[in-house]
């Protein structure tokens, strides 16, 4: 998955995340969930579909508990920059 070393080294660099990067972020583990899906259904064996079957549902959590923690952190990154921003605003209010 080239497209997340990409990402993740973006988002490193940033100190605060964007709703695009998060939206990114959903986009690639959507897409990884709909390719593995795909492979399971061209399996020819059935033993080995059945398994795989078996445990998409658990890597569809994996998945989607990663891009949540990564809101998470998007969340607090943000809310440490809001009041930054909101005593820009009230400093720019002041001055006028």
């Known amino acids: 998955m080239k497209g997340g070393v990409k990402l993740s080294r973006k988002l490193k660099k940033k100190s605060a ?10 986009k690639m583990a959507l897409y990884a969930i709909a390719r593995t899906e795909k492979y399971i259904e061209a399996e ?23 891009y949540w923690q990564q809101g998470k952190k998007a969340a607090d990154s943000w809310n440490k920059y809001l009041p930054d921003l909101n005593s820009q605003d009230r400093e720019r209010n002041d001055e006028k």
Do not use: T
């Not at 995340?17 to 959903?26: A, G, M, T």
């Not at 020819?44 to 959590?61: D, F, Q, T, V, W």
């Open 17 to 26: 995340f964007r709703v695009q990067d998060l939206w990114e972020i959903e």
């Open 44 to 66: 020819p064996n059935p033993r080995l579909r059945s398994m795989a079957k078996g445990s998409i549902e658990h890597y569809k959590e994996i998945i989607m508990k990663c």
